[in-house]
C-alpha cells in the first residue's frame, strides 16, 4: 500500500487509528504540548476568577451586562444635543431641559 494513502484513511478514521496504535504524525499547534498548553492557561483563567473578590466579580457581571444600554443612552444624548445645536441652531443649554422636549412634543402631536 501507498503510504499517502494510509495517511488519507487514517485521517478520515481518527480515534479508530489511535486505537489501533497507527495515527498519523501530529504536525502544526495541535501537538500534544500545544493541547497541555491550552489547558494550562483555561486553568489559570479559573484560577485567576476564582481569587476576585466577589465585589468585584458582580460589579463586573452587571459592567458586562449593561453595558449596551449605557452605550444606547449615550447615543441619545449626543444624538439630541447635535440635532439639537447643530441642526435645529439651538442653544447648548436648552438641550437637556425638560420643558424644550415638552414644547417640541406639544408642536408635533397638536391638533391644530
Do not use: C
Request: proline share 4%; hydrophobic share 40%.
Amino acid at each position: 500500500m501507498d503510504t499517502k494513502n494510509d495517511t488519507v484513511v487514517f485521517e478520515g478514521l481518527g480515534a479508530a487509528a489511535e486505537r489501533a496504535g497507527a495515527a498519523p504524525p501530529e504536525s502544526g499547534p495541535e501537538t500534544a504540548a500545544g493541547k497541555t498548553e491550552g489547558r494550562t492557561k483555561k486553568q489559570q483563567k479559573r484560577e485567576a476568577r476564582a481569587r476576585r473578590h466577589p465585589a468585584l466579580r458582580v460589579l463586573l457581571w452587571v459592567l458586562r451586562k449593561s453595558i449596551v444600554p449605557i452605550l444606547l443612552l449615550v447615543a441619545l444624548a449626543g444624538g439630541l444635543y447635535i440635532g439639537y445645536t447643530k441642526l435645529g441652531n439651538g442653544s447648548g443649554d436648552d438641550v437637556f431641559e425638560w420643558s424644550t422636549w415638552k414644547h417640541m412634543y406639544d408642536l408635533v402631536f397638536s391638533n391644530a
